[in-house]
T-cell receptor, first 114, second 116 residues
Framework: AQSVTQLGSHVSVSEGALVLLRCNYSSSVPPYLFWYVQYPNQGLQLLLKYTSAATLVKGINGFEAEFKKSETSFHLTKPSAHMSDAAEYFC????????????FGKGTKLTVNP | ETGVTQTPRHLVMGMTNKKSLKCEQH?????MYWYKQSAKKPLELMFVYNFKEQTENNSVPSRFSPECPNSSHLFLHLHTLQPEDSALYLCASSPLNGFENYNEQFFGPGTRLTVL
Protein backbone atom coordinates (compact mmCIF):
# COMPACT_ATOMS: atom_id res chain seq x y z
CA ALA A 1 0.00 0.00 0.00
CA GLN A 2 1.16 3.49 -0.71
CA SER A 3 1.59 6.31 1.78
CA VAL A 4 2.69 9.93 1.91
CA THR A 5 4.61 11.82 4.57
CA GLN A 6 4.71 15.60 4.60
CA LEU A 7 7.47 16.92 6.81
CA GLY A 8 6.37 19.95 8.77
CA SER A 9 2.73 20.71 9.44
CA HIS A 10 3.53 24.44 9.40
CA VAL A 11 6.05 26.34 7.28
CA SER A 12 6.60 30.07 7.51
CA VAL A 13 8.52 32.14 4.96
CA SER A 14 9.01 35.80 4.19
CA GLU A 15 7.53 37.33 1.07
CA GLY A 16 10.05 36.90 -1.75
CA ALA A 17 11.81 33.96 -0.10
CA LEU A 18 12.08 30.43 -1.42
CA VAL A 19 9.20 28.09 -0.65
CA LEU A 20 10.08 24.44 -0.02
CA LEU A 21 7.41 21.98 1.08
CA ARG A 22 8.55 18.42 1.58
CA CYS A 23 6.81 15.24 0.54
CA ASN A 24 8.09 11.68 0.72
CA TYR A 25 6.11 8.75 -0.58
CA SER A 26 6.09 5.03 -0.17
CA SER A 27 4.87 2.83 -2.99
CA SER A 28 5.70 -0.67 -4.16
CA VAL A 29 4.82 0.21 -7.77
CA PRO A 30 5.54 3.31 -9.87
CA PRO A 31 3.55 6.14 -8.38
CA TYR A 32 1.58 9.04 -9.68
CA LEU A 33 2.12 12.07 -7.45
CA PHE A 34 0.10 15.22 -6.94
CA TRP A 35 0.24 18.49 -5.08
CA TYR A 36 -3.03 20.17 -4.17
CA VAL A 37 -3.58 23.58 -2.57
CA GLN A 38 -6.48 24.56 -0.33
CA TYR A 39 -7.31 28.16 0.41
CA PRO A 40 -9.45 28.90 3.50
CA ASN A 41 -13.02 27.59 3.26
CA GLN A 42 -12.46 26.20 -0.21
CA GLY A 43 -11.96 22.81 -1.79
CA LEU A 44 -8.65 21.39 -2.99
CA GLN A 45 -7.21 22.65 -6.26
CA LEU A 46 -4.62 20.73 -8.27
CA LEU A 47 -1.27 22.53 -8.44
CA LEU A 48 0.67 19.95 -10.43
CA LYS A 49 1.05 16.24 -11.06
CA TYR A 50 3.75 13.72 -11.94
CA THR A 51 2.62 10.91 -14.24
CA SER A 52 5.94 9.28 -15.23
CA ALA A 53 6.91 11.73 -17.98
CA ALA A 54 9.34 14.54 -17.10
CA THR A 55 10.67 14.33 -13.55
CA LEU A 56 10.55 18.10 -13.14
CA VAL A 57 6.94 19.16 -13.20
CA LYS A 58 5.76 22.74 -13.52
CA GLY A 59 2.42 23.74 -12.14
CA ILE A 60 0.25 26.76 -11.70
CA ASN A 61 1.16 29.94 -9.80
CA GLY A 62 4.91 29.43 -10.36
CA PHE A 63 5.18 26.20 -8.38
CA GLU A 64 7.19 23.20 -9.47
CA ALA A 65 8.12 19.81 -8.06
CA GLU A 66 10.81 17.27 -8.85
CA PHE A 67 10.27 13.52 -8.70
CA LYS A 68 13.34 11.81 -7.24
CA LYS A 69 12.95 8.07 -7.26
CA SER A 70 16.18 7.42 -5.35
CA GLU A 71 14.97 9.64 -2.52
CA THR A 72 11.27 8.70 -2.85
CA SER A 73 10.57 12.41 -2.75
CA PHE A 74 8.37 14.91 -4.54
CA HIS A 75 9.12 18.24 -2.89
CA LEU A 76 7.24 21.38 -3.93
CA THR A 77 9.15 24.60 -4.54
CA LYS A 78 8.58 28.18 -5.61
CA PRO A 79 11.49 30.60 -6.01
CA SER A 80 9.76 33.63 -4.56
CA ALA A 81 6.82 33.49 -2.16
CA HIS A 82 3.87 35.81 -2.57
CA MET A 83 1.33 36.72 0.09
CA SER A 84 -1.34 34.99 -1.98
CA ASP A 85 0.51 31.66 -1.60
CA ALA A 86 -0.61 31.40 2.03
CA ALA A 87 -2.71 28.24 2.11
CA GLU A 88 -2.57 24.59 3.04
CA TYR A 89 -0.77 22.22 0.68
CA PHE A 90 -1.41 18.52 0.32
CA CYS A 91 0.77 15.91 -1.33
CA UNK A 92 -0.99 12.79 -2.64
CA UNK A 93 -0.07 9.50 -4.32
CA UNK A 94 -1.91 7.01 -6.48
CA UNK A 95 -0.64 4.09 -8.51
CA UNK A 96 -0.84 2.98 -12.10
CA UNK A 97 -3.48 0.52 -13.07
CA UNK A 98 -6.86 1.79 -12.06
CA UNK A 99 -6.69 2.40 -8.35
CA UNK A 100 -9.61 4.57 -7.39
CA UNK A 101 -7.98 6.09 -4.38
CA UNK A 102 -5.65 8.97 -3.78
CA UNK A 103 -3.71 8.74 -0.55
CA PHE A 104 -3.18 12.19 0.95
CA GLY A 105 -0.57 13.48 3.31
CA LYS A 106 -1.61 15.39 6.42
CA GLY A 107 -0.98 18.76 4.81
CA THR A 108 1.42 21.64 5.36
CA LYS A 109 0.12 25.07 6.20
CA LEU A 110 2.19 27.79 4.55
CA THR A 111 2.33 31.24 6.11
CA VAL A 112 3.88 34.11 4.17
CA ASN A 113 5.10 37.04 6.24
CA PRO A 114 5.34 40.55 4.80
CA GLU B 1 -22.01 25.47 -14.17
CA THR B 2 -18.62 23.85 -14.62
CA GLY B 3 -16.47 21.57 -12.49
CA VAL B 4 -17.77 20.16 -9.23
CA THR B 5 -20.48 22.00 -7.33
CA GLN B 6 -21.73 21.39 -3.81
CA THR B 7 -24.84 22.62 -2.05
CA PRO B 8 -25.40 23.99 0.44
CA ARG B 9 -22.10 25.70 1.17
CA HIS B 10 -22.98 26.08 4.85
CA LEU B 11 -25.34 24.02 7.00
CA VAL B 12 -26.23 24.23 10.66
CA MET B 13 -28.32 21.41 12.06
CA GLY B 14 -29.43 20.00 15.36
CA MET B 15 -28.66 16.45 16.40
CA THR B 16 -32.20 15.29 15.66
CA ASN B 17 -32.46 16.84 12.20
CA LYS B 18 -32.27 15.09 8.86
CA LYS B 19 -30.51 16.89 6.04
CA SER B 20 -28.77 16.09 2.77
CA LEU B 21 -25.64 17.35 1.07
CA LYS B 22 -25.59 17.45 -2.71
CA CYS B 23 -22.70 17.19 -5.12
CA GLU B 24 -22.86 17.52 -8.88
CA GLN B 25 -20.05 17.16 -11.38
CA HIS B 26 -20.16 18.52 -14.91
CA UNK B 27 -16.93 16.86 -16.06
CA UNK B 28 -18.19 13.54 -17.41
CA UNK B 29 -16.30 11.60 -14.75
CA UNK B 30 -17.05 8.05 -13.63
CA UNK B 31 -16.01 8.10 -10.00
CA MET B 32 -17.19 10.28 -7.12
CA TYR B 33 -15.98 10.61 -3.56
CA TRP B 34 -16.98 12.01 -0.18
CA TYR B 35 -14.27 13.26 2.16
CA LYS B 36 -14.46 14.65 5.68
CA GLN B 37 -12.02 17.36 6.71
CA SER B 38 -11.93 18.22 10.40
CA ALA B 39 -9.74 20.77 12.11
CA LYS B 40 -6.39 19.27 13.10
CA LYS B 41 -7.13 15.94 11.40
CA PRO B 42 -6.04 14.65 8.01
CA LEU B 43 -8.39 14.42 5.07
CA GLU B 44 -10.58 11.34 5.60
CA LEU B 45 -11.98 9.40 2.67
CA MET B 46 -15.54 8.34 3.51
CA PHE B 47 -17.09 6.79 0.41
CA VAL B 48 -16.14 5.97 -3.17
CA TYR B 49 -18.56 5.42 -6.04
CA ASN B 50 -17.47 4.00 -9.36
CA PHE B 51 -20.08 4.02 -12.13
CA LYS B 52 -22.78 4.56 -9.49
CA GLU B 53 -21.68 1.53 -7.47
CA GLN B 54 -20.25 2.01 -4.00
CA THR B 55 -16.78 0.53 -3.95
CA GLU B 56 -15.51 1.82 -0.65
CA ASN B 57 -16.96 2.60 2.76
CA ASN B 58 -14.24 3.50 5.22
CA SER B 59 -16.05 2.36 8.36
CA VAL B 60 -18.29 5.38 8.29
CA PRO B 61 -21.06 5.45 10.92
CA SER B 62 -24.53 4.64 9.62
CA ARG B 63 -25.77 8.12 10.46
CA PHE B 64 -24.08 9.05 7.17
CA SER B 65 -25.86 7.52 4.20
CA PRO B 66 -24.55 8.11 0.66
CA GLU B 67 -26.58 7.93 -2.51
CA CYS B 68 -25.37 8.01 -6.11
CA PRO B 69 -28.33 7.97 -8.52
CA ASN B 70 -26.10 8.54 -11.57
CA SER B 71 -22.48 9.31 -12.40
CA SER B 72 -23.05 13.05 -12.16
CA HIS B 73 -24.78 13.29 -8.78
CA LEU B 74 -23.80 12.28 -5.29
CA PHE B 75 -25.69 12.85 -2.06
CA LEU B 76 -24.81 12.46 1.57
CA HIS B 77 -27.86 11.99 3.77
CA LEU B 78 -27.37 12.97 7.39
CA HIS B 79 -29.44 11.98 10.42
CA THR B 80 -28.95 12.07 14.18
CA LEU B 81 -25.48 13.52 13.85
CA GLN B 82 -23.16 14.31 16.74
CA PRO B 83 -21.29 17.56 17.41
CA GLU B 84 -18.02 15.83 16.50
CA ASP B 85 -19.40 15.40 12.98
CA SER B 86 -19.00 19.13 12.45
CA ALA B 87 -16.49 19.48 9.61
CA LEU B 88 -15.96 20.49 6.01
CA TYR B 89 -17.39 17.82 3.72
CA LEU B 90 -15.73 17.68 0.35
CA CYS B 91 -16.94 15.98 -2.78
CA ALA B 92 -14.59 15.02 -5.60
CA SER B 93 -14.77 13.28 -8.94
CA SER B 94 -12.24 11.59 -11.22
CA PRO B 95 -12.28 10.21 -14.77
CA LEU B 96 -10.96 6.63 -14.35
CA ASN B 97 -10.10 6.30 -18.04
CA GLY B 98 -8.84 2.75 -18.30
CA PHE B 99 -5.12 2.08 -18.22
CA GLU B 100 -4.01 5.70 -18.20
CA ASN B 101 -5.81 6.31 -14.99
CA TYR B 102 -3.95 8.88 -12.98
CA ASN B 103 -6.91 9.22 -10.67
CA GLU B 104 -6.55 12.96 -10.63
CA GLN B 105 -9.43 14.15 -8.48
CA PHE B 106 -11.35 17.36 -8.93
CA PHE B 107 -12.82 18.83 -5.78
CA GLY B 108 -15.89 20.87 -5.03
CA PRO B 109 -15.79 23.85 -2.65
CA GLY B 110 -17.17 21.84 0.25
CA THR B 111 -20.07 22.13 2.66
CA ARG B 112 -19.23 23.54 6.09
CA LEU B 113 -21.41 21.54 8.50
CA THR B 114 -22.04 22.57 12.08
CA VAL B 115 -23.93 20.20 14.37
CA LEU B 116 -25.37 21.80 17.47
Amino acid sequence: AQSVTQLGSHVSVSEGALVLLRCNYSSSVPPYLFWYVQYPNQGLQLLLKYTSAATLVKGINGFEAEFKKSETSFHLTKPSAHMSDAAEYFCAVSTQGGSEKLVFGKGTKLTVNP
Amino acid sequence: ETGVTQTPRHLVMGMTNKKSLKCEQHLGHNAMYWYKQSAKKPLELMFVYNFKEQTENNSVPSRFSPECPNSSHLFLHLHTLQPEDSALYLCASSPLNGFENYNEQFFGPGTRLTVL
